[in-house]
């Protein structure tokens, strides 16, 4: 990847990567809550209670997603600033 393309692309990349990150959190944390399923609040013998399961993912999945895409963003802002560099010492 060129050092010009890195400027424009560290937002939507830092984006895509917190998303990523944040579904599969999610995804591990809502399976290992339904199969333990403390007091029953996931499932009982009427089916599955969606809301809980919602709300479970939904306080899963924002924070992770903000936490996920800011640092990942500030990292890939640093590997740019740290080419940058590279690059202006060799001129």
Sequence with gaps: M???DMKYNFCSFGLVIGALVSVLVTLIILVWEWVENPGGIFHDKNGTNWNFVFDTASSWFVPTFMYAALIVTVLYL???VIQWV???RRK
Excluded: A, C, E, I
């Design 86 to 88: 590279k690059q202006t």
């Design 78 to 80: 640093l590997l740019y």
């Design 2 to 4: 060129k050092l010009s």
